[in-house]
Every structure is written in C-alpha cells, then in structure tokens.
C-alpha cells in the first residue's frame, strides 16, 4: 500500500509538530477512503481463506499422491504444497494437521530426520481431536525412530515404551492401513532398545557471554556500550555522539547488544520471534501470517502478537512493513497510560486533542529518572530534514492508516487512551501524531540488513544449475586427452586480452542490464509494486508465475495513475490486490523470491553512534545469535568519537562470524588483531563490477550454448570466456579463495561436459593437490558438493566411454577416484566436527556409494580377462 498514496498530504514542514501534521491529514476524503480500504481487506481476506478451507483437502490429497513419486522435481513441488497448507489452510482443520503429518513423511523419506522430527513434535502438539488413530500411532513412530536417528537415544527408548504400549491398545482393524510403518519400528526396535555405546549429546555447547571492554555502560542513552564511551548530548551546532573516554586499543569490544526489535519484509522465510532463517515454519493459527520455527516462539510471542494479530490476518500491518513501528505503538500506550490515570485520579481533564499531544511530550520529557526507548522517542523530535519528500509522506500515510486501523477495528483506543475525553477524529489525530513520531525514529535509527539465502548450489553466483538438464553427448575421441585451448587454437595472450577489453568496455551496459533486474527496494515492496502495476493494467493471475512474468509499468507511471485515480478507482483497484496478495503471497516467497532477505533492526545503543563510513573506527558485525558486536578496527584515542558504517550488515563473511562468535574474548589475533585481517580484506568496487560482468556474460553464453551444443563456436567463445574470467581471478584473489576455486570448478565442469576429460581432470588434480599441500577444509558444504560434481562427470563420461574406446588408459580415472577418496575423508572429519550438520552428513553418504561404484566398475573392467574383454565389445559393436 505504500504507491497508494494518501489523496490529500501536506507538503513536509520540518518545522511543525506532528499533531499540526496530521490534522491537516484528517478530513473527510482521507478519513472515508481508508475506512473503506479496511472494509475491502477485510472481504477480500474472508473470501480468499474461504477459498483455502474449501481446496485445502483436496491439494492434500493430490500432494500424498505426489509423495509416491520418485521424481525430485515433483518432490519438491510437493514440499511447496504442504508447505502452503501448512502456513495458510484454516489451522482447526484435518486437513491442516494431516499436511504437517505428511510433511514429516517425506523428510523422513530423504532421511531429514532433525528437521522431520520438529514437524512430529509440532504434530504432537496439536488438537487430538483432529487427529486419526492410524495418524497418532505413525506419528509416533516416526518421531521414535527420528529421536533415535538424531542420537538422542534416552527420548527415543523412553518413546519406544509408550509406542509399545499404544499398538497394544491399538484394535486390529486400524492397524491395517499402517503395515509398513508397523514393520519399520520392528526393524528399529532393537538397536533402540539395546545399551549405546555412541556419544550421546544430552547438552548444548554453551559459549561465553560477549562482554564489552571494561563491563556494560548501562546509562540512559547508550546501556549496552562499554565503560569507556560516554555519550554528549547536542549542543548548538554540535551534534550528539558517542565519545572514547579512554585510549582503547585495536580489537576491543566496545558494544554488545540484542536488538530491542525487529522484523523482516520477506514472509514466511524466517521465524518472526528468534530470526531463525529456516525452511520448515508454522504460522498463527489465528492469522495464518505471523511466522515461527517452533510451538515454543510461537507462544513466546502470543501475548504480544494478540494485538496485532488481526492487522497481520487482513495484511496491513506486512503491507505497510509496520511491525516494529506497530510494537513501539504498543509499548507507547503502556508508557502513557499510568500517567493519564495518574492525571485523572488528580482530577485532571483532557478534552483537547492538542493538550493531550502536549500532556505526551512533557510526561516523556520528565521521565530521565531511568532509561526508557519509548520516552526518549515520545520526548525528542526527529529531525525531518534527514527525509525526502517521498519518505516524509510515506511514513504520514502509514501513521494516519494505522491509526484509522486501530481506532476502527482494535480495541487498543479503549484499552490505553480511554481517559482521554475526545471524540473519533481528535483520538485519531493524537495517535497518529504518536505514530509519526515513532515512524521517523525507526526511519533515522533503524539499521537495513540485506541477507542472502542461495539455494543449493548457489554459493558465490557460481553454480553447475546450468547443467543440470544437460545429458550427455557422443564424445569425440581426439577430444579426450586434448586441452581444450589447444584444440580450438585459441591464443592465450591475445585471444584472453581481447575477451577482458570486451568484458571491460561493456561493464556499465551489463550494470544497467542488471539494476533493471533488480532494486534496492524491500521484497515486500517490490511484490506489492509488481501486483498493482498487474492489477492497473487488469491482468488475469492464475498462477503464482503470471505474476513474476507480467510485464509491469514504471514506478513513475503506476504513482500518476494513483494520484488520478477518484476513491471509487482506487477500492476497485485495491479489491483486485488484496485477493491476489493473500492468494499468491505463500507461493510468491516460498517458489519464486526465497533467497533474499531484508531485515530491518532496531537497537538502543547502537543508534546513539555516528555513521559514516569514510571515518569509521568500529566494526559491527550480526553475530548468529541476533546480537550485535562493535568492535574497534583501529586504536581509538581518548576524546574521539566512535564511527561505524551504516552498511555494517552488508559484510556477509559468515564464517567469520562464526568464529568471532565462538571466540572468547574477541582478542585473538586470527580475527581481530592481525595485519591485513580478513576484516580488512574487501573486494574493490572494480574487481566486484568486472566479477558480476563476467559472471552475467558467461551465463548469457550458456543459455546460447544450451540450445545449440554441437556448434563449435559457441564451445570456442565460451573456452575463452572461461579462461579469461579465470586469469582474471588469478591476478586478483587469493590462491586459496573460494571464489577463484568455484571459477576453476565451473571451468571444469563445462570441460567434461565438451569431452575434454582429462583437462577437466588435471584441474581437479591440480586443486585437490592445493587443498591438501595446504590442508584445507572448507567450511561451506557446498564447496564440497561443487568438487563432487564435476568428479560424478568426468567418471560417468569415462565409464561411458570405456568399451568404446579401449585405447584411453585408466591412469586418469585412477587418480580421479583417488581424489574422490581424498575429499570424501576431508568432508568426513568435516562431518564429525559438525555432527548434526545434515547436509554434510548426506553428501558424504551420497558421494561414498557412488565413490564405491565407480570403483567396482573400473576394478572389474581392468581386472577383467582380455578374452572376456574383447568378447563383450564385440558384442556390443
């Protein structure tokens, strides 16, 4: 709703209070038309579930048709299904409780036993009235054998007794239906019931509390700060600020804090409650919006999210990306409420809105006895100049339709301003005065964090996707042994210059390529600029991917026909949008947009401090856990001020984090201390446009070469491209980066899909030699899978190729196994240091049968009598 603009708003007046403000907003044509947007969100959200409660059971039912299939593609669309179900399907419902059963099922199928296992503890939770006999004795089952998979054996022989007992009690006839998973605990009841020897993990890994140099500040404006900042209020012309009192060396901890709140602008990609990014979550069963990770978050936040509950169930609270500001308004009416009762029991009146307004402000302004984040906001003014014209009118928009919402449809008016003697419109004004207010401060104070969930086999924009629908072609003998640059005749000198001053020249043609693609705006706000450009040009969706392949219209043009559109023009308008956000709004971050994030945070202390990024002095890093870690990137002296950047966020160096957050006392010199650290360590500008053109035109030449394999020239353009971008990686990173090991990978790959095997093999030599000469171990799992990838091709080519052609020799497919094995025991002692890390458990499953197959293959080829040998390919000639 932020490009349907309010019809009438003031211009911005930094000047002017916020109750002057937004009484100039109130008036008849504002008032009427919001009050009739809420009546359409609210039909259009009662049609839409209808529409879910009626369809839920039937997409179940097709969704456990699905579940017997093989195919990974239908698989997952099938998790998307349930998925759906699950977060948006009527909660007091069997088919609701059905899908989060099935669900389980299919994780346990893929042998996702920790993430199947919250599902059956979530099911365990739920109405047993809604449950069938047959569903309760598998989900047990279930959950027995998952707690016994995920070592926790003592639950799982303690859930053993209890199951024994409910089969028993069981009638016969309902066993029927669930043969196979009767016979499944039969097979696991021994080694649940017999004495383990395994490590058992009955405790979680504590880890030091972060403490900042000299103990917390705990003062009014800056409590989560060291003793060593002191904070100076403004003075004249001299702006307030966070200053060293002492001389602080590098690598000090100077703020540790937990963000007072904060939200996210994707849906249903992470837990609202502990920011938990995940991709199995349940919803309120009231809202079907509000988002968590587990039974516990959820009740966590039940008595808070009941009063916002019902603005997430018709979406105007996600439209507007209000949730902090929402929350800040409820802790607002805790604050002012003991001051108007005890203003009342003195026999005090408010019967006008601009004495209540003022009674607010003077209350917050008296209130310094001790720290309060609200009476701060209440007491002091935003400066508004910070703000552009389009910003001051979208956080007044957002404040006056809040505050219509809340008188309108909420009982919190009653609930906190019940002594203030006004009428409709007055209590209006003042509560969105307060909303204004607190709007510009979560504005200026607030820090934007961009996070990046790839998918698997994403990492680094370097992926072997691209492939994957590939099968393989005849290959061409003289290609085998061949160097793939000798075998086109490309020149490496001038064949590679070229290629680079191409690249060059057209930098900022694939930059305007690549912005048109995408914004820096929030996901919610582009999902909701691309329906109301479809639902102005009045298309029909059907499906979630009409809505990504519509053409939509610019920005500028949707805002003109906003601003033309009467009342009636825009509810029609806003019909059309509301059914359409509700319907598609799960499919749209769930299929299409699920791999990016904006979090918006809101923190106490850390707003106190000056952000510039010329001058910064202090790093801060999100640590895992959701707090925040300034640490000092250089030696501070007593009297400067302390500086961070305002894009601190955008450092996404997760390892790193990783392992500042299991360092002690953050004084370490691998992390902090030592010159030229890996903090210090960022790509140029330069180098990171170059990356992104060379990545956007090997992409674009892969589309090409897909429709047509066979041409010879489109296989020579794409080798030089490919030797080009790694030359390029070579004069600019690291031996050991993994981006210039992914560039070596992705080369790789496109070499043994060409039949270039044992080019292709002598880089995957060469690499592995690397990683052991220098005893590397990667700690992203996708690395891994990336080598293992490009291994699965060269062998499958080989093995294909083996009775064809008898002349190629098994020295290169020997030394390709041997690698494998290199890795494979490389990823398992990845894999027991990170015991409960599913994904490296199941890739190094995966890639050790394989290991062993090609291993069987080509031992019994070599050992095989050249009789028997001869005879077989003439057999098949």
Not at 429 to 434: H, Q, W
Not at 574 to 591: E, P, R, V
Not at 598 to 617: G, M
Request: charged share 25%; proline share 4%; hydrophobic share 40%.
């Amino acid at each position: 709703m932020h490009r349907i603009p309010l019809p009438l708003v003031p211009d911005p007046r930094p000047e002017a209070s916020e109750y002057v403000t937004m009484s100039k907003v109130m008036c008849p044509r504002n008032l009427i038309e919001c009050e009739l947007f809420l009546k359409v969100l609210q039909k259009e959200t009662d049609a839409v579930f209808h529409g879910f409660s009626e369809s839920a059971q039937s997409c179940l039912n097709l969704s456990k048709e699905c579940m017997r299939m093989k195919n990974p593609i239908v698989l997952k669309k099938t998790t998307q299904s349930l998925d759906e179900i699950i977060c948006r399907a009527p909660s007091g419902t069997t088919a609701y409780v059905d899908a989060i059963l099935a669900r389980s099922v299919l994780y346990m199928k893929t042998n996702q036993h920790a993430i199947a296992c919250n599902d059956l503890m979530f099911y365990e939770s739920l109405d047993e009235t809604l449950k069938t006999t047959e569903g309760t004795l598998v989900s047990q089952i279930l959950l027995c054998i998952s707690l016994y998979m995920n070592r926790e054996y003592q639950a799982s022989k303690d859930k053993l007794i209890l199951l024994k007992d409910l089969i028993e009690k069981t009638p016969l006839s309902e066993k029927s239906e669930i043969g196979q998973f009767l016979c499944l605990i039969t097979q696991y009841e021994e080694r649940i019931s017999q004495a383990r020897r395994n490590v058992e993990f009955t405790e979680k890994v504590e880890s030091k509390d972060l403490m900042p140099f000299k103990g917390f500040k705990l003062t009014r404006r800056i409590p989560f700060a060291s003793q060593v900042c002191e904070y100076f209020e403004k003075y004249k012309e001299k702006p307030a600020g966070v200053f060293a009192s002492d001389d602080i060396p590098k690598g000090e901890i100077v703020l540790v804090e937990n963000p007072v709140l904060f939200q996210f602008s994707a849906p249903f990609l992470n837990c609202d409650l502990c920011g938990l990014h995940r991709k199995q979550l349940y919803t309120c069963d009231n809202c079907r919006f509000k988002t968590y990770c587990s039974k516990l978050c959820m009740e966590s936040d039940a008595e808070v999210h009941q009063f916002e509950c019902y603005g997430y169930k018709i979406g105007l609270i996600p439209m507007l990306e209000a949730s902090i500001l929402f929350r800040l308004f409820l802790r607002s009416g805790e604050y002012i409420l003991p001051a108007l009762v005890d203003f009342a029991m003195e026999g005090g009146v408010l019967n006008n809105p601009r004495d209540a307004w003022t009674f607010i402000q003077e209350h917050a302004q008296e209130e310094d006895k001790e720290y309060n984040l609200i009476g701060e906001f209440l007491a002091t003014a935003p400066d508004y100049k910070l703000l552009t014209k389009e910003k001051y009118q979208e956080i007044v928009t957002t404040a006056f339709r809040l505050s219509v919402f809340i008188y309108n449809d909420h009982d919190l008016a009653d609930k906190y301003f019940y002594l203030l003697a006004l009428g409709k419109t007055d209590m209006i004004n003042v509560m969105s005065a307060i909303l204004l207010r607190l709007g510009a401060h979560v504005l200026l104070n607030s820090q934007r964090a961009e996070l990046y969930y790839p998918k698997p086999g994403e990492g680094m924009n370097e992926t072997h996707e691209e492939f994957a629908k590939c099968g393989a072609l005849p290959i061409s003998t003289d290609r085998i042994s061949a160097n793939a640059f000798s075998f086109y005749g490309v020149n490496a000198i001038s064949d590679f210059v070229d290629c680079y001053n191409n690249i060059h020249d057209s930098v900022d043609e694939f930059e305007s390529e690549i912005q048109e693609k995408s914004s820096k705006d929030s996901p919610m706000l582009k999902f909701a600029d691309r329906l109301q450009s479809i639902c102005i040009q009045k298309y029909e969706i059907d499906t979630v991917e009409d809505i990504t392949t519509a053409k939509t219209l610019p920005t500028h043009q949707v805002d003109e026909i906003f601003d033309i559109f009467n009342t009636s023009k825009r509810c029609q308008l806003l019909t059309s949008f509301a059914k359409y956000f509700h319907q598609f709004i799960h499919q749209y971050f769930n299929k299409i947009e699920n791999a990016f994030q904006v979090k918006t945070t809101f923190c106490a202390t850390l707003k106190a401090f000056k952000q510039n990024c010329a001058t910064e002095n202090v790093k801060v890093f999100s640590l895992p856990n959701g707090k925040f870690l300034g640490v000092t990137a250089k030696n501070v002296d007593a009297g400067e001020e302390f500086v961070v950047c305002p894009d601190f966020l955008r450092h996404r160096d997760q390892n790193l984090l990783l392992d500042l957050a299991q360092c002690k006392d953050l004084n370490c010199s691998s992390n902090i201390n030592r010159e030229k650290s890996s903090l210090e360590k960022q790509a140029s500008p330069e180098f990171l446009r170059h990356n992104s053109a060379f990545i956007f035109e090997i992409n674009n030449k892969i589309s090409a070469w897909k429709q047509s394999r066979q041409d010879v020239k489109l296989q020579l353009n794409l080798s030089i491209l490919y030797g080009t971008y790694n030359s390029f990686l070579a004069l600019h990173c690291a031996e050991k980066d993994e981006i210039r090991l992914m560039g070596v990978l992705k080369f790789s790959m496109f070499l043994a899909m060409n039949g270039f095997l044992q080019h292709a093999s002598d880089n995957i030599l060469n690499l592995v030699e690397l990683i052991e000469l220098d005893d590397i171990y990667f700690k992203d799992v996708q690395i891994y899978s990336q080598v293992f990838r490009v291994i699965k091709r060269i062998m499958e080519q080989y093995i294909d190729i083996m009775i064809d052609c008898p002349d190629v020799g098994p020295e290169y497919p020997k030394m390709v196994i041997a690698s494998c094995s290199l890795i494979l025991k490389r990823l398992q002692l990845h894999t027991e240091a990170l015991i409960d890390n599913e994904e490296a458990s199941s890739l190094y499953t995966e890639y050790s049968t394989y290991h062993y197959k090609w291993k069987t293959v080509l031992s019994s080829y070599l050992q095989m009598p050249p009789g028997l040998r001869n005879y077989l390919t003439d057999s098949k000639k």
